[in-house]
């Protein structure tokens, strides 16, 4: 039975991230990703004010609505 040769997946052209955002979020750079088509939101916090910026949705521990709550409460408080 002939097999056919099939490509190195872990060769794909894109170097691993050697870097980790706040978010958890690997720094990476691909180099055939043009951040400036359409289909790419390079800014996505552009619109957004800073108050809607506060929340930390990064929590696992809570829920949206526990991460929403817990912010309006801290803001109560200052």
């Known amino acids: 039975m002939a097999t056919k040769k099939t490509d190195d997946v ?3 052209g894109v170097d691993a991230a050697e870097a980790v955002d706040t978010s958890g979020a690997p720094q990476q750079i ?3 990703v043009d951040m400036k088509h ?3 939101d390079a800014d996505p916090r552009a ?3 800073a108050e809607q910026n506060k929340i930390d949705f990064n929590d696992p521990t809570l829920t949206s609505s526990e991460a929403v709550e817990k912010n309006l409460k801290e803001q109560a408080k200052g």
């Open 10 to 12: 872990t060769d794909n």
């Open 30 to 32: 691909v180099p055939d």
């Open 38 to 40: 359409p289909a790419v």
């Open 47 to 49: 619109g957004t004010s």
